[in-house]
């Protein structure tokens, strides 16, 4: 079997880029918990993608010369319409439970993904890729405990939101064969401000000054997040770079803790681990099989 290191892997390269991204979506996270619920959820992901498309403006000229058939504008605008719905409900969940629970569940939405390729792509899993999305499933209920307590309405929208995240990202697996990377992200954040916006204005609060440079950190330090994510995964195998996502959640205990004084849940910690172990699993599979990677790592489905 050949290492799944290649001849021009740069290990360290693509971990300290996966240290980044980890801290630059650790940065989305505590901003959007530190504006907290004083804006509606619907405008703050309005605002995070309308303020966002300031990055992406060098890629619309590419966007506008891709010349895309009725078939790729539907599908384009079938996954913003998902992605937004997506958004919202983060944006939400982020207002109502702690910051490790929406971390901890956050990684669950690569196996939605796993799962979805099977039903939607004729994907085909084997024995001990089904065992890794047995022990993800675990691992939630771990984390949720139902039966135990009693599961708020911020649990069931970070469920809801890694069903229609999977769908966003498996429709962005078909177009990725059709169109270059940056024209899917570019049409990806176009549709998901078009589709947030009468949602946003629907329960618009009008936000202070402050409030606008914050949620303006917020589309830098998550446009950033996926550029340093692109660098890590050209510098080192998936296998390299999955496992330093599991740091985000120590990041998210830690911040939680000790910025907005929320408890330490064992539980959490525990979930989230057999989350991100067998998500790290079934990505490294894929790798070493030399497959088409169908599975992203946990940090492709951030927002």
Known sequence: MDSPLTPTARPLAGVLWMLLTGAQFIAVTALVKYVGAAL???????????????????????????????KALG????????????????????????????????????????????????ERLAARRIAAVVVALIGALIILRPG??????????????????????????????????GVV?????????????????????????????????????????HFTMTLAFRAAPLAVTQPVTFLQLVWSVLLGALVFS????????????LVVGAVSFITWREAVLKRRAVTPPSVATKV
Do not use: C
């Open 262 to 273: 929320e408890p330490v849940d064992g539980w959490v910690l525990l979930g989230g681990t």
């Open 148 to 181: 135990v307590r009693e599961l708020s309405p911020g649990h069931v929208a970070m469920l809801a939101n890694a069903v229609v995240f999977s769908g966003s990202y498996l429709i962005a697996k078909i177009m990725a064969d059709r169109v270059a990377p």
């Open 185 to 225: 992200v570019a049409w990806l954040s176009l549709v998901v401000t078009i589709v947030l916006a009468p949602f946003a204005i629907a329960v618009w609060v009008w936000p202070t000054w402050s409030q606008l440079g914050w949620l303006f950190l917020v589309a830098a330090f998550a446009t950033g997040g």
């Open 75 to 122: 599908l384009f605008g079938l996954r913003g319409t998902l992605h937004a719905f997506g958004v919202m409900l983060w944006f939400y969940a982020m207002t109502q439970i702690p910051i490790a629970e929406v971390t901890s569940l956050g990684y669950i939405n690569p196996v939605f993904v796993t799962i979805g390729a099977v039903v939607f792509l004729g």
């Open 40 to 70: 509606p959820a619907p405008e703050t992901a309005f605002l995070r993608y309308a303020m966002g498309l300031v990055f992406l403006i060098p890629i619309f000229p590419a966007m506008m010369r891709a010349g895309l058939d009725r």
